[in-house]
């Protein structure tokens, strides 16, 4: 079974400082982990996603992660924070192509001006 | 680039009523899931439908059910609606002959149970 973690609810950063929001996954195989980004009312944006190979990916807006094994880590990271950034983001893992998304709870991004 | 569509987007209903939500997924996406997202809560897997057939089943209460059409479109039925059951209600498609790993969603059906 897989499961995702977000440690952190809530982050605040100010503009231009980097963002950095944490994702933990558990698989018995290995994942295919995805970030998406959900603005206020709306559906959920694909921001990146690692399926194999390079273990960095690079999104949408200037996002990146990087899939760690050893770490079972994802972290999506962004250099310098626009204010256009805030919204709610979640990780998920999935085991295989046509498998349901498990879905960490969430992380509400505050971008200080 | 064409969308999954979802129709409503916000629909309104009373306690013991029922609703129908339709998901109209990507131009030649053959596999449809349904999530339901509680406020403030991450989204939940209900159902999926692949080439029109039940492929997995989540955490779907028995009140609803789901199919599947001829033209890939779904559509998700819930009868004896509960105030429990307000919430967004995300539909996503993938291909299973393109990056079917990656689920597309579309921009949710809110539901409000009175």
């Known amino acids: 079974a897989q499961s995702v973690t977000q440690l952190g609810s809530h982050v605040s950063v100010s503009e231009g400082a980097l963002v950095l929001l944490r994702c933990n996954y558990s698989s018995s195989v290995p994942p295919y982990l995805f970030w998406y980004v959900q603005y206020p009312n709306q559906g959920l944006q694909l921001l990146l996603k690692y399926t194999t190979g390079a273990t960095l990916v690079k999104g949408i807006n200037g996002f990146e992660a990087e899939f760690k094994k050893s770490e079972t880590s994802f972290h999506l990271t962004k250099p310098s924070a626009h204010m256009s950034d805030a919204a709610e983001y979640f990780c998920a893992v999935s085991d295989r192509p046509g498998n349901q998304f498990y879905f960490g709870t969430g992380t509400s991004l505050t971008v200080i001006p | ?114």
């Open chain 2, 1 to 114: 680039a064409a969308g999954v569509i979802q129709s409503p987007r916000h629909l309104i209903k009373e306690k013991r009523e029922t609703a129908t939500l339709k998901c109209y997924p990507i131009p030649r996406h053959d596999t449809v899931y349904w999530y339901q997202q509680g406020p403030g809560q991450d989204p939940q897997f209900l159902i999926s439908f692949y080439e029109k057939m039940q492929s997995d089943k989540g955490s779907i209460p028995d009140r609803f059910s789901a199919q599947q059409f001829s033209d890939y479109h779904s559509e998700l039925n819930m009868s004896s609606l509960e105030l429990g059951d307000s919430a967004l209600y995300f539909c996503a498609s993938s291909s299973k002959t393109g990056p079917g790993e990656t689920q597309y969603f579309g921009p949710g059906t809110r539901l409000l149970v009175l």
